[in-house]
């Protein structure tokens, strides 16, 4: 076995690459109840960096290893097997620090993946594709032929977004903040796509015409918020799950208030504490099934290994990125696909 080693951080800063660094640690045997797992790829989401420079709304205590998400295959278990096997790929729980090669972790808390998959692709799992996903199911009664809007098309949450509603017959307008983002969206299968401006109202009504759009959803905040607003007809919501602008959402009282436009967050985290084992199971059981079809799929800008991490958050910090930046810690690290 290689040198066990995590990306730690004891500190967080405006800086989130200064903070973070591989350290080599003691690997102890599982305990009872427990599997070895290594790990082999976990995602650099942006509520990553943001923990790193502590402006996330859940903070661990310090110090910590990095990384909220991954997948992994057995190597050892250690009492009652709940089902797997050494040699199964497993979906790691949530907040269990994946930026590490090896992880001792409950061996109920393991949910077991197909092995022909693309480790990859299923390391983002738990937290993308579940945010794209109920936020066009929870939010607002969509049926097939409805129209919603987004900004920060090119996002990962954005093409799950993008994905699923076409899987479920929802029309979407794409709205990107760089014109060199539109491509990398249409690539992606998206029909409409729009650089955000104070005149996306108008140039969304040239393309729908009078068809009601009721929900749109926010990742950028600040006037773009607005601008989204402005988009729906009245009655119509918008849900924010992130800020990339680094502002906080702004709506004018003239589109709150006399079109009575209903503006809400999402955090998934939140989701989870309230929904039963049940319906997260079943959400988790669709979402894979439609990974290892081929239905959801997200770009991947670039790999990296454990003992580069500090440059992979630099490189998901980076706002003009059009894929996802992935850890895999025993692996080889690899070009944009």
């Known amino acids: 076995m290689s040198t066990p080693k995590h990306a730690r951080y004891e500190s967080r800063g405006p800086v989130p690459h200064d903070v973070i660094h591989p350290v080599q640690f003691e690997l102890a045997d599982p305990a009872e109840g427990e599997?070895?797992?290594v790990v082999l790829a976990a995602p650099v989401n942006p509520s990553d960096v943001l923990t790193l420079t502590g402006e996330y709304g859940q903070l661990p205590p310090l110090p910590a290893v990095g990384g909220n998400e991954g997948v992994g295959r057995v190597e050892q278990i250690q009492g009652q097997a709940h089902g797997l096997a050494e040699g199964d790929i497993v979906l790691l729980?949530?907040?269990c620090g994946s930026w590490s090669t090896h992880l001792n972790l409950p061996t109920k808390a393991l949910v077991k993946l197909p092995h022909d998959v693309d480790p990859v692709q299923l390391s983002m799992l738990t937290v993308n594709p579940p945010t794209a996903a109920l936020m066009l199911s929870d939010i607002v009664d969509l049926q097939p032929g409805d129209w919603v809007v987004q900004n920060a098309a090119n996002s990962a949450v954005g093409g799950?977004?993008?994905?699923?509603?076409r899987k479920r017959g929802i029309n979407v307008l794409n709205v990107v903040r760089r014109s060199s983002a539109?491509?990398?969206?249409?690539?992606a299968g998206g029909e409409h796509v729009l650089v955000d401006a104070d005149d996306?109202?108008?140039r969304v009504r040239d393309l729908v015409g009078d068809v009601p759009v009721r929900l749109a959803v926010d990742c950028v905040g600040g006037v773009h918020t607005e601008h989204l607003a402005r988009c729906l007809v009245p009655g119509g919501t918008v849900v924010n799950y992130g800020a990339m602008s680094g502002d906080r959402c702004m709506i004018s009282p003239r589109y709150l208030v006399f079109n009575d436009i209903h503006l809400r967050g999402f955090w998934l985290a939140q989701w989870f504490r309230q929904a039963s084992p049940e319906r997260r199971q079943a959400l988790f059981a669709e979402l894979a099934g439609l990974v290892a079809d081929g239905t959801l799929h997200a770009r991947i800008q670039a790999s990296y290994g454990i003992e580069h991490v500090r440059d992979a958050i630099q490189a998901a910090a980076s706002g003009a990125r059009d894929g996802k930046i992935v850890i895999e810690p025993n692996g080889p690290s690899r070009a944009a696909i």
Do not use: D, N, S
């Open 200 to 202: 996306l109202p108008k």
């Open 93 to 95: 729980p949530v907040g």
């Open 182 to 187: 539109v491509e990398a969206v249409r690539q």
């Open 160 to 165: 799950y977004l993008l994905q699923l509603a």
């Open 35 to 37: 599997c070895r797992v």
